[in-house]
């Protein structure tokens, strides 16, 4: 069991920062692939709660190598902050390790970010304002400035100069801003060059030379499956791959090594910014999931849009990732409705459909079509096996499974390391 890949099956914020930290310590690297700081993983460790943004869950686990593999996007700022806020509270953070190909999210792609998002109006994306979007461009239009880059400032000048010679015009005249100098964004460029110095390295090299050792190597997603650039609920997604491919191009470990693909599935489902969502809802039900579930943004601190739980989703994720199992997270939320509805198809244009629609336009036309299932009021957070459950949990798991295409392994039951009930070993 080499490599194994850790995904959001929905929107993001299924949990991934708990089940990859569960799985920390019994695994040697644990990677994220993709995305950037527009993560926000929450991690509850005894009384202490971690929020991280950029760095790998596995960061907490002591045995871990932490990897920043070359599908991410970096803002230094942001992991510089992230690392000393983990050393004040005591966490070693030496181990890290971050590609030298990784992309760096530079100020004026955090500039660009905010000003298009302005710029689209009601027709905005709602993105994290943290310049994501505008670093993948420039990578694929190859005007990207690479970690790497930092140790060579004649080729980090060119690079910065080529980047802003075409959007310095967009800023000032698109934007009415002012143009952004050459030279102060090299200078601050270069002002995180040593201190990154000691984790920047082949990562690539790495962890292929640990696979062969027959080392673990966890995959984190960030994001969701539904966010995805490809198959995700385009344009409302995120400018990364964080579907199963992804932990391949995003790490230069090929396909023939992942074994298992375990996707994180939230009892229910949320989003955050702007999209389709056919399970939203907008009654005292919605607010009572982002109450008890606490859905509230770790990154921007907006509210998540809640709503029930989609299988037709769950399915989708299933078959774009390859999952050979499910990570089910937030059942205690669900504890105390009567009645539970899940979203088993929907209906678009009057007819039903079982599975998701490619086109945009069916998708923003698909109506929920809602089976209920019987709920619980018993207290489920102390469950340590799948019997401990209540009935009816124990029916809903069931059904959840049935409907989604593969088999749930684990299922949380509070935020902690320990709330979780493991019914299949993933390693
Ligand atoms: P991520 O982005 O996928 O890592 O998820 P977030 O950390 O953004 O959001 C998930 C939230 O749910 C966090 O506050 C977690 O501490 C919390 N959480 C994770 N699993 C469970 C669970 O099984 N039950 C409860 N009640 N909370 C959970
Ligand atoms: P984790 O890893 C939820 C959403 C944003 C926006 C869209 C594009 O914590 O699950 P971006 O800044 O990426 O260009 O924004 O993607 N988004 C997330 N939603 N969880 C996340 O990460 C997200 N990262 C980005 O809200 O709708
Ligand atoms: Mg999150």
Redesign the pocket.
Known sequence: MPALVLL?AQW???????ATDLLGGSVDYVVRYQGGNN??????VGDQKYALHLLP?GILSPGCTPVIGNGVVVDPSVLLSELSGLNERGVDTSKLLISGNAHIITPYNVTVDKVTERFLGKRKIGTTGRGIGPTYADKINRVGIRVQDLYDESILTQKVEAALDVKNQMLTKLFNRRAIGVEQVVEELLGYADKLAPYVSDTVLVLNQALEQDKVVLFEGGQGTLLDIDHGTYPFVTSSNPTAGGACTGSGVGPTKISRVIG?LKAYTTRVGAGPFPTELFDEDGEALRRI??ER??TTGRDRRCGWFDAVIARYATRVNGLTDFFL?????LTGWEQIPVCVAYEIDGKRVEELPYSQTDFHHAKPVYEMLPGWSEDISRAKSFSDLPKNAQAYVKALEEMSGAPISAI????GRT??IEINSFL
């Open positions: 959001g993001g914020d299924e949990g991934k920062g708990k993560a926000g993983h929450t991690v509850v869950s994180i579930g606490g943004g770790v997270t937030k059942l205690d939320v949380g039951v509070g935020p709330e979780t």
